[in-house]
């Protein structure tokens, strides 16, 4: 139900073959596969530095992206997301400190995803990232990984 190491093992080499993938088919991640479930380059340092981490494995992620409708008028953006699986000593802790996590302004949201098709469940953080600044994503980057790293 929580993250083990296996999957954790799976999951990072998983990752490790689609930016390679990725890397392969000369796409440019702001225009060309924004929202489209490729690899997005931008965030990459992030989820190297929560991969490393014991008990943490980065499922999906997105910087954040600025977009703009038909009109100026229909401004809207994505924020930066992260879904991650923790083990079960993670996730116990993550819970127990979540209110606090998102009281930190470069948090949006804190959400428990779970399904029935799911292996367990998915923390999902949605943070202020390329949506509102290069300088907002470092600033969040650092926070949840530092976060991160009190809990275990």
């Given at each position: 139900?929580?993250?083990?190491k296996?999957e954790?093992?799976?999951?990072?080499?998983?990752?490790?073959?689609?930016?390679?993938?990725?890397?392969?088919?000369?796409?440019?991640?702001?225009?060309?596969?924004?929202?489209t479930?490729?690899?997005?380059?931008?965030?990459?340092?992030?989820?190297?530095?929560?991969?490393?981490?014991?008990?943490?494995?980065?499922?999906?992620?997105?910087?954040?992206?600025?977009?703009?409708?038909?009109?100026?008028?229909?401004?809207?953006?994505?924020?930066?997301?992260?879904?991650?699986?923790?083990?079960?000593?993670?996730?116990d802790?993550?819970?127990?400190?979540?209110?606090?996590?998102?009281?930190?302004?470069?948090?949006?949201?804190?959400?428990?995803?779970?399904?029935?098709?799911?292996?367990?469940?998915?923390?999902?953080?949605?943070?202020?990232?390329?949506?509102?600044?290069?300088v907002?994503?470092?600033?969040?980057?650092?926070?949840?990984?530092?976060?991160?790293?009190?809990?275990?």
């Amino acid at each position: 139900m929580y993250l083990t190491k296996d999957e954790k093992q799976k999951r990072t080499a998983e990752w490790v073959e689609k930016r390679e993938r990725f890397k392969s088919y000369g796409l440019r991640a702001d225009e060309d596969t924004a929202g489209t479930g490729y690899p997005d380059p931008a965030i990459y340092e992030l989820t190297d530095r929560l991969n490393k981490l014991e008990g943490i494995c980065t499922v999906q992620s997105c910087s954040g992206h600025p977009r703009l409708g038909g009109d100026a008028k229909r401004k809207w953006s994505a924020p930066g997301q992260l879904w991650l699986r923790l083990d079960k000593h993670m996730f116990d802790r993550f819970i127990h400190h979540a209110q606090k996590f998102v009281g930190y302004e470069e948090i949006e949201e804190v959400v428990i995803r779970w399904g029935r098709e799911r292996e367990g469940p998915i923390v999902e953080i949605n943070f202020k990232g390329l949506d509102v600044s290069v300088v907002s994503l470092s600033k969040s980057s650092d926070l949840i990984v530092e976060w991160m790293e009190g809990l275990t």
